[in-house]
């Protein structure tokens, strides 16, 4: 008696995609059993985005910044960019634009901008900027 398959890897499919899949069982003569319901079934995206590139800070007045950049590059989708000011979370966005507010005048500030894909997967590189 030959031991059952119960588990199937399937090669050659797109990251973050979704697929129908269904499952038959064979006996040793050759008998096919009915298909079970499709089951939705979605790969993972293993892949983090690229980091935004160039990140240009502007001085709008001596208490605002505004950054921005051009589109992170994904293998599926960039869904949103984290902007991190000193180490510390500012704001989640969709846009390739923010403004920063509520600065001192002649301090300087470090900003990073982490782009986020639609797994949440997020480069460990980040486009940086001095800003004062």
Same mark, same amino acid.
């Given at each position: 008696m030959?031991?059952?398959?119960?588990?199937?890897? %399937?090669?050659?499919?797109? $990251?973050? @995609? @979704?697929? &129908?899949? *269904? /499952?038959? &069982?064979?006996?040793? /003569?050759?008998?096919? @059993?009915? $298909?079970?319901p499709q089951r939705p /079934?979605?790969?993972? !995206?293993?892949?983090? +985005? !690229? +980091? +935004?590139?160039?990140? =240009?800070?502007? $001085?709008l007045s001596g208490s605002e910044v505004e950054l921005t950049w051009q589109p992170a590059v994904d293998n599926v989708e960039v869904q949103r960019y984290r902007v991190i000011r000193d180490g510390e979370h500012r704001a989640t966005i969709t846009e390739t634009i923010f403004t920063d507010s509520n600065l001192k005048a002649? =301090?300087?500030? &470090?900003? &990073? /901008? =982490?782009?986020? !894909?639609?797994?949440?997967? *997020? %480069? %460990?590189?980040? @486009?940086?900027l001095q800003s004062h």
């Open positions: 030959t031991q059952p398959h119960r588990s199937f890897t %399937e090669g050659g499919l797109q $990251a973050g @995609s @979704s697929y &129908a899949c *269904s /499952v038959t &069982a064979l006996d040793t /003569v050759g008998n096919e @059993s009915s $298909a079970n /079934v979605t790969t993972l !995206d293993t892949t983090a +985005p !690229d +980091p +935004p590139q160039g990140v =240009i800070g502007t $001085a002649g =301090i300087d500030y &470090a900003y &990073a /901008v =982490i782009a986020e !894909d639609t797994s949440k997967r *997020s %480069e %460990e590189h980040t @486009s940086e």
